[in-house]
């Protein structure tokens, strides 16, 4: 293990979080020199990184849910930087951290300082990277349109109620779907290209998904006649349930051409595009998983 210095990069929202603050001085009496630096507006993230960078230090945590964790990974990948980055968990979904296995806790997401990093993939769409996944349709419509009020009080429960609620707007949408070895095109309700397993708080919709193999796992729910049945098994269980009719396939890249337009979610964070390039950029980040990571392929 090297030197024994790390800087935590925090929302803001959680800066009075007692377990938080717990778990920083465990690490502190644990003989870890543990700096800590809190967001307050849209780009703190990347610059607070940019610092941490040049001043020299080699570990960083992201605290926050699904959006921060990609906002830093994101920072620091496109810094090149060799430096390696802990995800400490403290959002509703969480659902990178909790297919990767890391401890929702604080104090044992902390204790992966530790760890031996290991090198993962980040997807990129356009020249935006997402560490878990990119989804579009109806599932990143629930995503967007679930109010921050309604996850505190109902946790993941929160996207499942959403989608409820939204579907007298349900609509399918059209795409051109191209990569190595793979064409497909149609009608369809919802989409998910993934570096990691699940979205939309606990819903698995690339549940075979790696982050170090080079690949992202494409899953495309096309449009069906009983378009409130899929819906409603796609609410409650993810793609399993939907095995028998979902297009689904494990490429480096994957072109998409929406005529009408695509609305895409990557990790929390919206994106429009009528035509994009979805691509795995292997070996992007050093992260802390633990060792037995169901994301981690076989040795």
């Keep these: ?6 800087l935590l990069i925090l929302h803001g929202k959680q800066a009075t979080n007692d377990e938080v603050r717990a778990a920083v001085q465990a690490r502190r009496d644990a003989g870890w020199d543990l700096a800590v630096r809190v967001t307050w507006e849209s780009g703190d993230a990347r610059r607070l990184v940019d610092e941490a960078l040049a001043a020299g230090y080699r570990t960083l945590i992201a605290g926050g849910g699904d959006g921060t964790l990609r906002e830093v990974a994101e920072a620091m990948a496109l810094a090149r930087s060799d430096a390696s980055l802990v ?32 090198a993962i ?34 946790g993941g429960a929160a996207y499942f109620l959403t ?12 795409g051109r779907f191209h990569g190595p070895g793979f064409s497909w ?10 570096n990691g397993r699940q979205a939309g708080g606990g819903h698995p919709l690339c549940p075979q998904a790696a982050v170090d193999d080079g690949l992202l796992d494409l899953c495309i729910v096309p449009a069906a006649q009983d378009v409130v049945g899929t819906l409603t098994t796609l609410l409650s269980g993810g793609i399993l349930g939907l095995e028998a ?25 919206p994106m429009e595009s009528a035509s994009l390039r979805i691509a795995a950029r292997e070996r992007a980040l050093r992260v802390h998983l633990p060792a037995d990571s169901p994301l981690l392929s076989p040795a």
Aim: net charge negative.
């Design 121 to 154: 993939d980040l997807g990129d769409a356009n020249g935006h990277l997402f560490l878990n996944m990119a989804t579009g349709g109806f599932g990143s419509k629930i995503t967007a349109n679930t109010s921050e009020d309604l996850k505190k009080v109902l």
């Design 185 to 194: 095109e149609g009608e369809f309700l919802a989409l998910g290209i993934g």
């Design 1 to 6: 293990m090297g030197e024994r210095k790390a």
């Design 245 to 269: 009719v979902s297009i689904c396939a494990r490429l480096p890249w994957i072109e998409v051409e929406a005529p009408e337009g695509l609305d895409l979610n990557l990790d929390g964070e």
């Design 87 to 118: 995800l400490l968990p403290l959002g509703t979904a969480n659902d990178f951290a909790r297919a990767a296995g890391i401890p929702q806790a604080p104090d044992g997401a902390l204790a992966l300082l530790d760890a031996e990093p290991r």
């Design 163 to 174: 989608g409820l609620t939204h579907f007298a707007e349900v609509h399918s949408a059209f």
